[in-house]
């Protein structure tokens, strides 16, 4: 056997041995997972859910200790609300430091389903902690450097050249982004971030100076009184999200008590998504029980512009794509100036959490939409301002929660909702909402089906029951209605959601579950020379089962139906196969995925979250017919020095091109490539 073949075969057994045996997946994976998968179907690939994954994946490496905390940090478990944080930290300081889990559940509010959630993110430290000097806290931050690259193996027909010597894309195919960050605890936040989306140009073109993207930030925390300066690129979250919360905002799920919005102020901005951000300056002050922000901002947005010489300019629509690979979207890059002013008003009483916010905008050229039918009510002009008042209550077992608000248009919106834990094994929740159709919030993002935050009105009701030891029932059913025409409904149309699951937990190596999802809605639908409404029926069931055979190896087995009934009858079926694999004496974890779909059409898809490299995620929709298989690789190099890499491939059978357009690739193979190397110092 020659040196060369030895050496291929150890290879081999380097990748592959290993996929035999798979690790136990963190709390914060599950979490993450639970929350993202979700909402898959109303995500896209530039929905920003990255400042989740930052914080769960920060707080699972540095947990937080109960014992000496704030606020602020126990706001970043995305799980407990305003009152039950106060709460926690009232019993800390009335009682002394805490122990254990456990102990907490004594508190009103934290029940035992929600600390077996938090229990991977903290720990039970001193109460108090040596003070440090500016100079020893700056020597121990944490710096964090990131590089990324991924993109499509095969290229599609934006980045061919065609017969005129022309391509329709400016730069290559391949996304590259690169980010650095020093953090020192909740004192300081500094970092910049870069990234080029595929077709974009590099260091050439309208890029001559790098990346297509830059955003930085500087997040300073001076005192007890003045609790947060920031300058440069920030988010701000408030209330219930009717009038300010940017950044990904959860809806319907699996975890069907979660309906509240626990607002965090104001965040330091790292993501990459190019619109949903503020440019400026923003401040926190702190009165003890009351605190005040107040936010400036000013940038150049994507629009897309019209009018001529002659006559005004105008904008049409916000192009929010982040893309600018050809020249109709290089045209419409910062062509538009958006100013942002506003306050964050919030006040904590025993029980008691108010606040209000206020948001004025002003574009310096005019918003005028196509004169379309389901346009007539929505924002218009150059200016808009929106105030709402908040509020949380909570008792015992019973939460209360709302927000109402108004616009310059004195249009109205309104969220009221309760969560009731009756005891430790039923728990209900209620949410109506209901948005005026000229009711008129571009920063809103609140509980809601459709993404525009008007025209719409409904009720969601939620249950929790565990009627046994090994079994957990959820359920939810909600049913809202729009009273004017939207884009995608010949008139006003009602629509029905429910969903129910059975979890089977019957030990820490094997538990499963089984889900029904249903959905009717009225859908715009052609007939003969009028438009007129459709019900749309899209059904669906799901069996998992996991199995944890070794404490180095896991399995998940996945089994999945659609029905869709709409102008055709439609069906799709889903199998997939798990291999999640980290030895006990390699710094190394593993998953494998072997897919197989077979769906109709793409009425029928179905979505599965998948594993992927840190701080991204991956959501693809399966449709037609085919085979998609990943492997997703996390290596630990030495301390201070970490990779990722995913090969992704999807073989459809059904076709020999995919996709349309600039998009087209001409084959019926998919193959995504992903690297991501981090160093921290």
Known sequence: MTRLLKHIIHLLGFVFIPILSLAQQTEA?????SIIESQADKLDEETDAALIIEDLEYLAENPININNTNADELSRLYILDNIQINKLLDYIENYGPAYSIFELNAIDGLTRDLLTKIQAFVWFGPETEVAKTLKEELQYGNHQLLARGLGNLQKA????????DTRPYEGNRFRYYTRYNFIVKNKLSAG???????????????????FDFYSGHLSLRLNSFVENISVGDFVIRSGQGLVLW????????????GISKTGQGARAYTSVDENNYFRGATTTFNFGEGKLNLFFSQKKVDGNLAGS??????????????????QSEIDDEKSVKDLNIGSVISWNFKNLNIGSTFVYQKFDIPFIRSSELYNLYRFGGSENYTAGIDYLFSKGRYRLFGEAALSKSKGKAIIQGLVAHLNDQLSFSALFRHFDKDYHALWANPFAEGSSISN?????????????????LSAYSDIYRSKWIAYSTAGPADAWDIFIQADFYLSEKFNFYFRLKNEEKEQKSKDEALYVNLTERTQKARFQIQYKPLETFKLKTRIEHAYYKGESTENGYMVFQDFQFIPENLPLSLTVRLAWFDTQSYDARIYAYENDILYTFSVPAYYGKGLRTYLNMKYKISKKIECWAKLANTHWTD???????????????????????????
């Open 192 to 210: 910049i971030t870069a990234e080029k989306d595929p077709g974009e140009a590099f260091f050439k073109g309208t890029n001559k100076h790098g």
């Open 246 to 257: 940017q950044g990904y905002s959860s809806g319907k799920s699996e975890n069907v008590l």
């Open 456 to 472: 719409e009105s409904g009720l969601y009701l939620g249950a929790k029951f565990l009627p046994a030891k090994h079994l957990t």
């Open 309 to 326: 010489d002659t006559t005004e300019i105008y904008f049409t629509s916000l192009q929010t794509s982040g893309y600018h690979r050809t």
């Open 29 to 33: 994976d599950k979490l993450i997972e």
């Open 157 to 164: 027909a934006g980045y061919q050249t065609k017969d005129d």
């Open 655 to 681: 076709r020999d091109v995919i996709s349309s357009g600039y998009n087209e690739i001409a084959g019926n193979n998919k193959t995504e490539l992903k690297f991501q190397l981090r160093l921290k110092f």
